[in-house]
């Protein structure tokens, strides 16, 4: 339930309505705006009797969310959220970010060689995975806290932050030891333990939505993490799995207009593992931006054609230089038609 609040409500009146939710079993959470104050009812199993609460001094409405997501939310959140990862900051009124690396760490100079290249192309942020849930338990898994360590002396060689994959409760210390940004893989969408860990964290996560998820799956499994205290996360979308064969997965970008309605969080595009395919990742990068991403995940090798992971759908310097150089080029277009439709409306 969502609770609002007359413009001109009093700190005692609010203070009221919050005594009498939480006499009720509940918690009370306070949204302080620019125009009013609400506040969302949490915790309820099922229907709110609200007759205690809407006839209080200073309530104009009480609304019945039945959404299994609130906290993240618009209409318990109005207001964008913004993410930092080190200097880069991801969320709406920011330049697009793009997270960029190999999919898994291999070696020293192939990390060192791959940052370099996404650094002198112009990413924000280096990307590798040390830890990698393949689907196969013969296929190359990772270097585990030995490509942590790599990664962090990639990323502080050219000066990035980096973000990487964690898989479970226990590989936590040591990924928070090494990296900015803590991914939970698609995989992992719904190991809830798993997010009500990171939740309790002040870290920033990112985290990708499941092969077969539902928007609705998507941004409730958001919610675990952001109910534990955490609200910097980082949403992306990276493909479904549906009946189509022609491409790794099927990449839904529908879902990042219409999430950007549903709820406050960033949201990214990782349009390599959508398509699994080299040839499409930067026309779909590119759509990912029109459709209002918040920024891109690209997987970048210096030599792709001896990637012990995803060489398939990697992008080599060339490559990523020649994709940073039309994206930039179609920020600034996107950039200055947003401005011509805000001069017109005014």
Known sequence: MLIVMNQDATSQQIDAVTAAVAALGLRAEPIPGSSRTAIGVLGNQGYVDD????????????????????????DFHPASTQVRVGPVIIGDGQPPVMMAGPCSIESEAQMLASARIVRDAGATILRGGAFKPRTGPHSFQGLG????????????????PVVTEVMRIGQLEDVCRYADLL???ARNMQNFDLLKEVGRLRVPVLLKRGMSATIEEFLAAAEYIVAEGNDQLILCERGIRTFETATRNTLDLSVVPLVRQLSHLPIIVDPSHATGRRPLVPVMAQAALVCGAH???VEVHHDPAHALCDGAQSLDGPQFARLMGQLAQLTAFLRDQRAAETGAAC
Do not use: C, F, W
């Open 145 to 160: 806290v030995e490509g942590l360590k790599l990664l962090r002396q990639a990323g502080d060689a050219v000066g990035l």
């Open 295 to 297: 920024g891109l995940m």
């Open 183 to 185: 991914q939970i893989g």
């Open 51 to 74: 007759a205690t609460i809407r006839n209080l001094p200073g309530v104009r409405e009480t609304l019945h969310v039945s959404k299994p997501y609130k906290l993240v939310s618009r």
